[in-house]
């Protein structure tokens, strides 16, 4: 199985300072028709979880420019510009590449210091 | 609006069985892959299982944890999706969400139903 692992696995920030998650794969997440395939998903407190990023970088609709993805291979992560109130929750990477048997990384919890 | 709405949640003994539904509206569901995901009390996301359209055969896969346990099935003409849960043990207690796949993602949940096991 692919193992994803995600750093810090907790981060307090300051309002309006960025952040930074690193998510890291145990194997390559590119697959054969070029593309990589890592998500992030973001789980405010008592949501479903939520996509923000798929294929390393794309953003859904909705989401704000503040959040953005980079990376390749198997070392990725995810950005917060300014951190906002909003943005308290957990956040997953997960890995497609290597379908259907998908994983997620253990999460990290984003709170307000 | 495009919405997944899952049911079927509850308490069940050690050892029973469980069928959870997701319902799917505001969209093409038979042209979607559909699947679920579980998140055990304070953990994290665990990938459960999918089911395919039709044409790929409404082909199955399972996560080694439940594969032989569960059963996901599907009705189109009802937009539905099932988790058929036998064989049920306390490891399984979780809020499961469903998801709709498409191009090796997850690009909407829904809102999750909570399964517990106990005696």
């Known amino acids: 199985d692919v193992v994803l692992t995600q750093s810090p696995l907790s981060l307090p920030v300051t309002l309006g300072q960025p952040a930074s998650i690193s998510c890291r794969s145990s194997q390559s997440l590119v697959l054969s028709d070029g593309n990589t395939y890592l998500d992030w998903f973001q789980q405010r407190p008592g949501q479903s979880p939520r996509r923000l990023i798929y294929?390393?970088?794309k953003r859904d609709s909705g989401v704000p420019d503040r959040f953005s993805g980079s990376g390749s291979g198997t070392d990725f992560t995810l950005k917060i510009s300014r951190v906002e109130a909003e943005d308290v929750g957990v956040y997953y990477c997960?890995?497609?590449?290597?379908?259907?048997?998908?994983?997620f990384g253990p999460g990290t919890k984003v709170d307000i210091k | 609006e495009l919405q997944l709405v899952e049911s079927g949640g509850g308490l069940v003994q050690p050892g029973g069985s469980l069928r959870l539904s997701c319902a799917g509206s505001?969209?093409?569901?038979?042209?979607?892959?559909i699947g679920w995901v579980r998140q055990a009390p304070g953990k994290g996301l665990e990938w459960v299982g999918r089911i395919t359209h039709r044409y790929d055969s409404y082909s199955t896969e399972y996560a080694a944890s439940v594969k032989g346990r569960f059963t996901i099935s599907r009705d189109d003409s009802k937009n539905s999706v099932s988790l058929q849960m036998n064989s049920l043990g306390t490891e399984d207690t979780a809020v499961y969400y469903c998801f709709r796949e498409f191009w090796y993602s997850f690009d909407r949940w829904g809102q999750g139903t909570s399964v517990t096991v106990s005696s």
């Open positions: 997960m890995q497609g590449a290597h379908w259907p048997f998908y994983t």
């Open positions: 294929r390393v970088s």
């Open positions: 505001g969209f093409i569901f038979s042209d979607y892959y």
